[in-house]
């Protein structure tokens, strides 16, 4: 499975940016995949921001909130990030994951990821 992101950039704090993640598998196999979005900020860990599971339900850092929405279009074998009010602790590397459901819509990351795309968030 290859993830492949785009849509990171250089965006003014209060800006927008909608990423999307395209997998190379059937629409059949991927629409039973759970898939995240992960960030990795600099000198930090890497961590959850959103994931949207087989049914299509969503969960979201508390930190992105009200601000950021991920969704998914399983017709194009793709998940998508829609990041607004964007501040410069947004800032880092954002990843897209495969992964699964591991019961009560808590996500378990998988294997495959993608190579990340760039988000740098001025003030």
């Known amino acids: 499975v290859q993830l492949v992101e785009s849509g990171g950039g250089l965006v003014q704090a209060g800006g927008s940016l909608r990423l999307s993640c395209a997998a190379s598998i059937s629409r059949n196999i991927f629409s039973i995949l759970a898939m995240g979005w992960y960030r990795q900020a600099p000198g930090k860990q890497r961590e959850l921001v959103a994931a949207v599971f087989r049914d299509g339900s969503t969960k979201h850092a508390v930190s992105v909130k009200g601000r950021f929405t991920i969704s998914r279009d399983n017709a194009k074998s793709t998940v998508y990030l829609q990041m607004n009010s964007l501040t410069p602790y947004d800032t880092g590397v954002y990843y897209c994951?495969?992964?699964?459901?591991?019961?009560?819509?808590?996500?378990?990351?998988?294997?495959?990821w993608g190579q990340g795309t760039q988000v740098i968030v001025s003030s």
């Open positions: 994951n495969a992964g699964s459901d591991g019961g009560s819509y808590s996500y378990i990351a998988g294997a495959y």
